[in-house]
């Protein structure tokens, strides 16, 4: 499967407050990539990208994580869930697939600062 990549969606989380965020798909993703190389391309791509709005394309994205597997079950969170962060976040020096990152498998792209914050006072703004 890797020779030809796979398919990854990425959620661009602008604000977890609002639930402002917006998926990006990736086909021919190859997963014997470093997170960091695949931070660095999404983030070239998206600063590129036609049909996103501005807010989107110049956001400080420094972090992502595992929302969801193909088969695996959903977390109820809208954005992105708040548990499991030392086995969901993924490291920069690590290898997409060793991170657990497979064909289908959904990623939030946010900036760990607003993440933070979020966590500590997990309330959502309409």
């Known amino acids: 499967m890797s020779s030809e990549g796979v398919t990854i969606t990425v959620r661009l989380v ?7 965020f917006k998926p990006v798909v990736y086909h021919g993703v190859n997963l014997d990539q470093t997170v960091k190389e695949f931070v660095t391309f999404v983030k070239n791509d998206v ?9 989107f394309k110049k956001y400080r994205y420094d972090t992502m994580k ?19 962060d030392e086995e969901l976040i993924l490291l920069e020096d ?14 939030a792209f946010f900036c760990m600062d607003d993440y933070r914050k979020y966590k500590a006072n997990p309330v959502t703004a309409w």
């Open 14 to 20: 602008r604000s977890f407050e609002h639930r402002n």
């Open 47 to 55: 600063a590129l990208r036609t049909g996103l709005p501005p807010p």
């Open 66 to 84: 595992i929302i969801h597997q193909a088969h695996g079950s959903k977390t109820n969170e809208l954005v992105v869930s708040l548990e499991d």
């Open 94 to 107: 690590s290898i997409l697939k060793a991170a657990g990152v497979a064909n289908e498998t959904e990623l």
